[in-house]
């Protein structure tokens, strides 16, 4: 079976995530302000959760197999299509079907713990930049310009050079990718917030500045972090499918949605379904995200549920 990551890895990070999707789907009437898209939306994400954590169970065949008989058959509906194949093989006669669920999987892993490893250095850096200032401030914000002045791309193509392309090697690539934003994102949330009298009364009675920063400043800035890992979720996904594009992501033959794509560029005239399956699953998690992030936003924002 391929070098994949474990299932295990992903339930806890995406527990808020599903249990916010199930709990809008399962409520006999929708919140105020709640369109059917975010449902479509909850729903999908659970689909692609849920077939990504069952990818062993649903897959039909091993997703490294070849049977090179078989290759280049189209998905269920074309002709010359095999039932057997519902949705087609690729150059090397594997199965598409096994292979996406495989490349969902482990697409969706890289991109969370990316995001994860983003969001604790940048929410760590923005709180000590707000709260502390002077000299910290003034360092934190000099190494964001620096790293938002550089191109990413070509420092990401540097670091997996020098380092390997191993899997931790490319989680750390794509968790230093956004942290620069979200610590920006925080820092003036911190600022904004720092001054206010029920900062300055709980400075006032004595608390901590980790005190105040996890009890009274994080549940106020939750809503824009959590539209920014939304954001930054999807820019990942993107992020992850260019490196394998380019042959430097997951290497082969384990399968991502994005070096999946990359495989099968040479054979969009003759079998365009190899790249066309693997990015249609790429737009609707990346739909996805953005559509629960919004829903996130509305309903974990204490400033919106006291109006």
């Not at 009437?29 to 062993?56: E, Q, R, Y």
């Not at 760590?124 to 707000?130: E, I, K, P, T």
């Amino acid at each position: 079976m391929p070098n994949a990551l474990e299932a295990k890895p992903l339930i806890k990070p995406v527990s808020m995530i599903t249990g916010a999707a199930w709990g809008l789907l399962k409520r006999p009437t929708l919140p105020s302000g709640t369109n059917g898209m975010v449902v479509v939306a909850a729903g999908l994400a659970l689909l692609l959760i849920t077939v990504a954590l069952l990818a062993p169970v649903l897959a039909p065949f091993d997703p490294d197999q070849q049977k090179l008989l078989a290759r280049l058959k189209p998905p269920v509906g074309f002709e010359r299509a095999n039932l057997t194949y519902l949705l087609g093989t690729d150059q090397l006669g594997r199965d598409l079907l096994s292979r996406c669920l495989y490349g969902l999987r482990l697409t969706l892993a890289l991109a969370l713990l990316g995001t994860l490893v983003g969001l604790v250095i940048g929410v760590g850096l923005g709180l000590a930049a707000g709260l502390l200032g002077g000299v910290v401030d003034a360092v934190i914000m000099g190494l964001v310009d620096i790293k938002l002045s550089l191109p990413f791309t070509l420092v990401a193509l540097l670091v997996i050079a020098l380092a390997g392309t191993d899997i931790a090697v490319l989680i750390g690539v794509l968790g230093i990718a956004y942290w620069a934003h979200f610590t920006r994102l925080v820092r003036a949330q911190v600022l904004s917030l720092r001054e206010l009298p029920y900062v300055e009364a709980a400075r006032a009675s004595g608390g901590s500045g980790w005190r105040i920063a996890t009890t009274h400043m994080l549940p106020n800035i939750i809503s824009p972090i959590l539209v920014m890992m939304s954001l930054n979720f999807s820019n990942l996904i993107l992020l992850e499918s260019s490196l394998s594009f380019l042959g430097l992501g997951v290497q082969p033959p384990t399968a991502t949605l994005g070096s999946m794509v990359g495989q099968g560029r040479d054979y969009m005239a003759s079998a365009p379904w190899i790249v066309a399956v693997p990015a249609l699953l790429i737009v609707l998690v990346s739909l996805a995200a953005m559509l629960m992030g919004d829903f996130l936003r509305d309903r974990f924002d204490v400033r919106l549920r006291e109006r």
